[in-house]
């Protein structure tokens, strides 16, 4: 057994019931003692049965659920955490079929607790990316020649009728991948100036979309795979690449499809698990950072199932 990874026994051996699972949460989410989520009072705390508490400060009842994605949830909280294990130790991820095996709930609840953990996995690349930084992109979606007469665009091949999606690959660090709307010269410029620190050196392909970043804020080489150079010394993008080849697995082997809606989420599933969740790291350490991004998050079924704007 790696020495970075605990079995699904282990796992129940620590957890093996929803108050074990309930004291971990709490000592992970409330190390110095309980803080109410509502006024962040932590002070005038009453513990009730079950896992309620009562913050006589502003007068609310709560528990470790509250201001979180687990919020309002009636899953108990060591299926949550099973969830997370899966998550995390998943390399391609694992779908809501199967998910709802393995808990014992509804394939519609697990497809919902999934995308309340993927939420979870968002929002957490603050620093911005420095030192060697290869950027590439990527088009998510099924081919015209596979969809049914009535889905088909008719606009052509390649990457029409797909999501355009942008990577950024930190060499020995971390991933930055999110869907670029319509792939736009300064949309894609405006993402890297916001995401890597000025002087990186920066590798791409030979595309035009990433002409003119040699200059004064990065250095930049490119390499030209439409002679078939994929490395010229240092210059290459083969680590970027094995992200897309994790993320296209992923997508067409367990998820097999990942509405244009939805793909944000999925990308940070996939970003998370490459950066706190490498399995480079100890499994416990993995679930630690993921419980850590689980406050001040929220996703309600109604704002998961509506229909995007301008539809």
């Known amino acids: 057994m790696s020495k970075s990874t605990i079995s699904t026994f282990q796992l129940f051996e620590r957890f093996p019931d929803k108050e074990s699972a309930r004291v ?12 109410c989520p509502v006024c962040k009072s932590d002070g005038r705390i009453t513990v009730r049965k079950g ?92 081919l015209e020649g596979n969809k049914h007469a009535n889905k088909k665009l008719h606009a052509g091949r390649g990457p029409v009728g797909k999501t355009a999606v942008l990577g950024m690959k930190e060499r020995g660090g971390r991933v930055q991948a999110r869907p670029s709307g319509q792939m736009t ?25 990433f002409e003119g970043l040699d200059g004064l804020f990065f250095r930049h080489d490119t390499i030209n795979h439409s002679i078939g150079e994929y490395a010229r010394g240092a210059a290459h993008t083969n ?12 997508i067409i082997g367990v998820y097999h499809h990942a ?33 850590d991004g689980m406050a001040n998050k929220r996703l309600t079924y109604t704002d998961l199932i509506a229909k995007p704007e301008g539809n």
């Not at 709490?26 to 309980?34: I, K, L, S, Y």
């Not at 690349?125 to 979606?141: A, H, Q, S, W």
Request: hydrophobic letters at 35%.
């Open 185 to 209: 010269f300064d949309e894609i410029h405006g993402e890297i100036h916001a995401n890597v620190e000025a002087g990186s050196q920066l590798y791409t392909d030979d595309s035009a979309i």
């Open 239 to 250: 680590s970027v690449e094995s992200v897309w080849a994790v993320l296209k697995r992923g």
């Open 24 to 35: 971990y949460f709490e000592q992970r989410r409330w190390p110095n003692g309980v803080v």
């Open 51 to 142: 896992g309620y508490y009562r913050c006589n400060a502003c007068a609310e009842d709560f528990t470790v659920r509250t201001g979180t994605v687990m919020e309002r949830s009636h899953i108990p909280l060591h299926k949550w955490l099973y969830a997370m294990y899966l998550l995390v130790t998943a390399r391609k991820g694992i779908s809501s079929l199967q998910l709802s095996k393995q808990i014992g709930v509804t394939q519609k609840t697990a497809w919902f607790l999934l995308h309340r953990l993927r939420e979870a996995c968002g929002g957490r690349n603050l620093r911005k990316l420095k030192g060697i930084i290869e950027i590439d992109e990527c088009f998510v979606g099924g």
């Open 259 to 291: 509405s244009p809606k939805h793909l944000p989420r999925y990308m940070d599933e996939f970003t998370f698990r490459l950066n706190e969740g490498n399995c480079k790291r100890q499994t416990l350490n993995r679930l630690d950072s993921f419980v």
